[in-house]
């Protein structure tokens, strides 16, 4: 079965500072791993997506994630973070079917 | 990527009533997916809605409660029937093309309240 833990359900950042939202999976298959977006009164817009080619995963909008095997990890980060950043954001993880699970998401605020 | 559209986007509804709910696909698609996100949560699974058969239904979710209609390729339905409180959510439809990335595609929701 497949399952997605992300760490801290709120994360604060100042503009212009790192931002790490932190995703744990567990798989019985190598997963396919997502990160989505979610604005204020929006539905969910694709971030990037792991699915075992290059570990180190390049999205929109500066983000980035690296899937770490050992680790079961697929964090997003990006190097400065802008105050349009300020969303609801998922991890979610695919036994390479048709079938999401998604993480309870993690609040981003950023402040001026 | 797919444009998604749902109607309607927001909904205030009387408890004991029912609610349909559209998501409309800009090119066709194989495979519908019904979401719900309950305030503050993430989201849950309902059914997987494929055209020309039955819905399949996630544990804890029931036909009698979420019909699900597919018509064609393009369009599904959900009904969320004889409403409650609890039913105060936000409903979302994704759609994907098929392997081999199952990469989902979502709308921009409907959020209902049931008062």
């Known amino acids: 079965a497949q399952s997605v833990t992300q760490l801290g359900s709120h994360v604060s950042v100042s503009e212009g500072a790192l931002v790490l939202l932190r995703c744990n999976y567990s798989?019985?298959?190598?997963?396919?791993l997502f990160w989505y977006v979610q604005y204020p009164n929006q539905g969910l817009q694709l971030l990037l997506k792991?699915?075992?080619?290059?570990?180190l995963v390049k999205g929109i909008n500066g983000f980035e994630a690296e899937f770490k095997k050992s680790e079961t990890s697929f964090h997003l980060t990006k190097p400065s973070a802008h105050m349009s950043d300020a969303a609801e954001y998922f991890c979610?993880?695919?036994?390479?079917?048709?079938?999401?699970?998604f993480g309870t998401g993690t609040r981003l605020q950023v402040f001026p | 990527s797919a444009v998604i559209s749902q109607k309607p986007s927001r909904d205030i509804c009387q408890r004991g009533t029912s609610l349909t709910i559209q998501c409309q696909v800009d090119?066709?698609?194989?495979?519908m997916f019904w979401y719900r996100q309950q305030p503050g949560q993430s989201l849950t699974l309902i059914a997987t809605?494929?055209?020309?058969?039955?819905?399949?239904?996630e544990s804890g979710f029931v036909i009698d409660k979420f019909p699900i209609s597919r018509p064609n390729l393009t369009f599904s339905t959900l009904t969320v029937s004889n409403m409650s409180p609890e039913d105060s959510s936000i409903y979302l439809c994704?759609?994907?093309?098929?392997?081999?990335?199952?990469?989902?595609?979502f709308g921009p929701g409907t959020r209902l309240t049931v008062l």
């Open positions: 994704s759609v994907e093309r098929g392997g081999p990335i199952y990469e989902q595609f």
């Open positions: 798989s019985s298959v190598p997963p396919y």
């Open positions: 792991y699915t075992s080619a290059a570990t």
């Open positions: 979610a993880v695919s036994a390479r079917d048709d079938k999401l699970i």
């Open positions: 090119s066709q698609v194989t495979m």
């Open positions: 809605a494929n055209q020309g058969s039955e819905a399949t239904y």
